[in-house]
């Protein structure tokens, strides 16, 4: 299965260079809940940043706190402290952060008066949040072990976070100017969100027929 913008060697190799940074925060003594906290911490200060319309603090703090959230998951294995509870933790704070990351870009996006980057923000989030519903899903019933569902679709967690970051440091940058309530502001975050949007319901619509296949390779009993 494939068809992500991220394969599986890059994820592994990604991981690898990031393992030394993972056994470091470990020795420190924190543990990998307390990670995945402080990862929903830097998302909720990032929502603030979006709600105020500091569109270039949001996006680095998204990125920073997308970056941050991998090393729980690197600590749990250092310290041998793997178990279901923390998965789901770390799956649970995830979807929870990015979610109130898109409230905070829906608020800023209302204050800045523009109501379609609003109505785009809500449709990126719900679209954002079926991809992890069909993973979870379809590995809940047994299709896709392992996270073999994650490399199927072009907009995984890490893809969006990548192009959302992107779009609110532009955004920042181009509202910089004279009016800062600039119209160009909203016109990066709608291109931003609406190919959220667009490529997480490709990567929904993806991981269905992935599961369908999978489904009528299935033994009939």
Same mark, same amino acid.
């Given at each position: 299965?494939?068809?992500?913008?991220?394969?599986?060697?890059?994820?592994?190799?990604?991981?690898?260079?990031?393992?030394?940074?993972?056994?470091?925060?470990?020795?420190?003594?924190?543990?990998?809940?307390?990670?995945?906290?402080?990862?929903?911490?830097?998302?909720? /200060?990032?929502?603030?940043?979006?709600?105020?319309?500091?569109?270039?603090?949001?996006?680095?703090?998204?990125?920073?706190?997308?970056?941050?959230?991998?090393?729980?998951?690197?600590?749990?294995?250092?310290?041998?402290?793997?178990?279901?509870?923390?998965?789901?933790?770390?799956?649970?704070?995830?979807?929870?952060?990015?979610?109130?990351?898109?409230?905070?870009?829906?608020?800023?996006?209302?204050?800045?008066?523009?109501?379609?980057?609003?109505?785009?923000?809500?449709?990126?989030?719900?679209?954002?949040?079926?991809?992890?519903?069909?993973?979870?899903?379809?590995?809940?019933?047994?299709?896709?072990?392992?996270?073999?569902?994650?490399?199927?679709?072009?907009?995984?967690?890490?893809?969006?976070?990548?192009?959302?970051?992107?779009?609110?440091?532009?955004?920042?940058?181009?509202?910089?100017?004279?009016?800062?309530?600039?119209?160009?502001?909203?016109?990066? /975050?709608?291109?931003?969100?609406?190919?959220?949007?667009?490529?997480?319901?490709?990567?929904?619509?993806?991981?269905?027929?992935?599961?369908?296949?999978?489904?009528?390779?299935?033994?009939?009993?």
């Amino acid at each position: 299965m494939s068809g992500s913008f991220v394969s599986p060697e890059l994820r592994t190799r990604v991981r690898g260079l990031a393992e030394p940074i993972g056994r470091g925060m470990a020795r420190l003594g924190l543990s990998p809940n307390a990670i995945t906290v402080i990862g929903f911490g830097i998302a909720c /200060l990032a929502a603030v940043a979006a709600a105020a319309g500091a569109w270039l603090l949001a996006g680095i703090l998204v990125i920073f706190g997308g970056v941050f959230d991998m090393f729980d998951g690197m600590v749990a294995r250092a310290t041998g402290k793997v178990s279901k509870a923390g998965a789901f933790m770390d799956s649970t704070f995830d979807r929870w952060g990015e979610a109130v990351v898109y409230v905070g870009i829906v608020w800023g996006a209302i204050n800045l008066g523009s109501e379609r980057t609003a109505v785009l923000g809500a449709a990126a989030m719900a679209a954002a949040f079926m991809v992890s519903y069909t993973r979870a899903r379809a590995e809940s019933l047994g299709f896709a072990p392992g996270k073999g569902m994650a490399n199927v679709g072009f907009a995984p967690r890490e893809v969006r976070l990548v192009i959302l970051t992107a779009g609110l440091v532009i955004a920042g940058i181009v509202g910089t100017g004279p009016d800062p309530a600039s119209p160009s502001s909203a016109l990066v /975050l709608d291109v931003t969100l609406g190919l959220i949007a667009i490529l997480a319901t490709i990567t929904t619509i993806q991981r269905v027929i992935a599961t369908l296949n999978q489904s009528r390779s299935e033994p009939q009993g």
